[in-house]
T-cell receptor, first 111, second 116 residues
Framework: SQQGEEDPQALSIQEGENATMNCSYKTSINNLQWYRQNSGRGLVHLILIRSNEREKHSGRLRVTLDTSKKSSSLLITASRAADTASYFCATDPTGANNLFFGTGTRLTVIP | ETGVTQTPRHLVMGMTNKKSLKCEQHLGHNAMYWYKQSAKKPLELMFVYNFKEQTENNSVPSRFSPECPNSSHLFLHLHTLQPEDSALYLC???????????????FGPGTRLTVL
């Protein structure tokens, strides 16, 4: 399987807390991307990390990538109720030319 | 607003109907994609077009028929669907397949399809 697998499947936290989601994959990749989806809507690209990068930041988002363990994590700091959504990792496997998405982590931020 | 629009947003159809989903992108991209999203399943890639040529057909049943008349428009023609085809159908676009390793995709809002 070329798709990533997110963990946990669901996460519920209080507003202001940090949220961490993990993604594991099995193939070599060009890059790994994180997307967000609000209920019943399309996916929105959040951040892309290349295979030669280890960490990347964008606002309150911090993504890490460990290619030796074939895993990535997405950290959302100081969460807000508006962060409630599903978060997907997508792998861009070497030579595949397509993205492969997992089943996502459903994050609920309680006000 | 991602620059990718889809119509209709909701569609209810019977198993004998014929309908079409439309996707349009205003981003100047050359690759377009159809995905199917069902509850508790990974996003399923259905079709890929690169410069109007179909490059991927992911073993999709023939009751789904894609059409890409130009790089900005993508259609999914539906006929004699089954209830299990009920799902959210997402369209996406990206700059170009195979040219770079970035392949960031921009998604439309989706069409929620219900087959009765």
């Amino acid at each position: 399987s070329q798709q990533g697998e997110e963990d946990p499947q669901a996460l519920s936290i209080q507003e202001g807390e940090n949220a961490t989601m993990n993604c594991s994959y099995k193939t070599s990749i060009n890059n790994l991307q994180w997307y967000r989806q609000n209920s019943g809507r399309g996916l929105v690209h959040l951040i892309l990390i290349r295979s030669n990068e280890r960490e990347k930041h964008s606002g309150r988002l911090r993504v890490t990538l460990d290619t030796s363990k074939k895993s990535s994590s997405l950290l959302i700091t100081a969460s807000r109720a508006a962060d409630t959504a599903s978060y997907f990792c997508a792998t861009d496997p070497t030579g595949a030319n397509n993205l492969f998405f997992g089943t996502g982590t459903r994050l609920t931020v309680i006000p | 607003e991602t620059g990718v629009t889809q119509t209709p947003r909701h569609l209810v159809m019977g198993m004998t109907n014929k309908k079409s989903l439309k996707c349009e992108q205003h981003l100047g991209h050359n690759a377009m994609y159809w995905y199917k999203q069902s509850a508790k399943k990974p996003l399923e890639l259905m079709f890929v077009y690169n410069f109007k040529e179909q490059t991927e057909n992911n073993s999709v049943p023939s009751r789904f028929s894609p059409e890409c008349p130009n790089s900005s428009h993508l259609f999914l023609h539906l006929h004699t669907l089954q209830p299990e085809d009920s799902a959210l159908y997402l369209c996406a676009s990206s700059q170009e397949m195979g040219k770079s390793s970035y392949n960031e995709q921009f998604f439309g809002p989706g069409t929620r399809l219900t087959v009765l």
